[in-house]
């Protein structure tokens, strides 16, 4: 360590050693397209099973991706069809603050569309409309 508090690394394998020791240095791992993950599995159950008492007609998963500027894309988790309109929910089991800015965009950008946060929180589901 320097005087004024900063640290000397010799090598970048002295670098990643240090990177890797750290929790907080480590990327969030990026979902693999088109694979749910649990808190989506959950979701799609309870989506199957509303499509078969007839509340809704269909749902697909990741079915689309939304352009909201230059190299800067929206794919909602599910869109799901009912008789007369198209929501897209998106399901989360925490928030990211760029998930959240990119979902308000979307939703300004396509007032034609219902989007809609799903949160599974201790089992049950919290539902926030971004264009109603």
């Given amino acids: 360590m320097t005087k004024n508090g900063t ?3 010799n ?3 002295e670098y990643d050693a240090l990177r890797n020791r750290s929790k907080f240095a480590r990327p969030r791992p990026r979902p693999e397209p088109g694979k749910m993950n649990k808190t989506e599995a959950a ?3 309870l989506l199957e099973l509303r499509k078969k008492a007839g ?3 269909s749902w697909r998963f990741e079915p689309m991706k939304f352009r909201l ?3 800067t894309y929206y794919t909602p988790d599910f869109m799901v069809t009912f008789t007369d309109r198209i929501e897209f929910h998106e399901v989360k089991g925490f928030w990211e603050d760029d998930a ?3 979902i308000k965009v979307v939703a300004e950008m396509f007032p ?3 989007f809609v946060a799903v949160k599974k929180d201790k089992g049950e589901y919290q539902v926030e409309f971004f264009n109603l």
């Fill in 7 to 9: 640290l000397r690394l």
């Fill in 11 to 13: 090598s970048m394998a």
């Fill in 43 to 45: 979701y799609a159950n």
């Fill in 55 to 57: 509340a809704i007609k």
């Fill in 69 to 71: 500027a230059d190299k």
């Fill in 100 to 102: 959240r800015v990119k």
């Fill in 112 to 114: 034609e569309f219902l």
